[in-house]
């Protein structure tokens, strides 16, 4: 059962463009809602996050939107630049009975070109 | 910089044989610790919770016989994939929330397991 649903699963972007990443949950129980890059042959590195109560959270060039009331989170990146590419995860983490779990997204490969 | 670290980064074996993957907070606790494993161009999955001074608890269709955690202190944990297959070729990664459960995990580099 697919949790954390990601879309698209490629995009490919110019430089200077921006770039948007759909994210739609199911688990109202989520409380935490991480975004992750990941480099070919490298573990994920956390970029940025946010919690329900919050519609936005913008940390330089990167900005998340969420909409609480649709289950859904989003992921801009402004002014994409070629190093952006990397594939980008979603994810969403829960606390049941003290155990943390993140559930990740599919994962959207992203290729920023010159 | 890092504030997870894994070793090896790169791993080949036989078929049959064991290898020990380790997992390391640095400057940091952790009580807890994840196992992920992540096959090519796919998502990450949850193998196990590892909790410093009890078992491990394993996610549903992971053999936990298979796949041995031991979190033997608060900084480190290891997976064991014991008697490995090639279908146990992978890449496995491990996570810790920095901060103690419920803070943003971490993740480290990732250790690459190819079984011949």
């Known amino acids: 059962q697919q949790q954390v649903k990601q879309s698209p699963q490629s995009l490919i972007v110019q430089k200077g463009g921006i770039s948007i990443i759909n994210c739609a949950y199911e688990n109202t129980a989520f409380d935490y809602f991480p975004w992750y890059q990941q480099f070919p042959g490298k573990g994920p590195a956390l970029l940025i996050a946010i919690r329900p109560d919050v519609s936005e959270k913008k940390e330089g060039r990167f900005t998340i939107s969420f909409n609480k009331s649709a289950k859904q989170f989003s992921l801009h990146i402004m002014d994409s630049q070629p190093g952006d590419s990397a594939t980008y995860f979603c994810a969403a983490n829960s606390i049941i009975q003290g155990a943390q779990k993140l559930v990740f997204g599919q994962g959207t490969r992203l290729t920023i070109n010159p | 910089g890092a504030v997870v670290s894994q070793h090896p980064s790169r791993v080949i074996c036989k078929s049959g044989t064991s290898v020990k993957i380790e997992c390391r907070s640095l400057d940091f606790q952790a009580t807890t610790m994840f196992w992920y494993r992540q096959f090519p161009k796919q998502s990450l999955m949850l193998m196990a919770t590892s909790n410093e001074g009890s078992k491990a608890t394993y996610e549903q269709g992971v053999e936990k016989d298979k796949f041995l955690i031991n979190h033997a202190s608060l900084t480190l944990s290891t997976l064991t994939v014991t008697s490995a297959h090639p279908e146990d070729s992978s890449f496995y990664i491990c996570?810790?929330?920095?901060?103690?459960?419920?803070?943003?995990?971490?993740f480290g580099p990732g250790t690459r397991l190819t079984v011949t």
């Open positions: 996570s810790a929330p920095l901060g103690g459960p419920g803070y943003e995990q971490y």
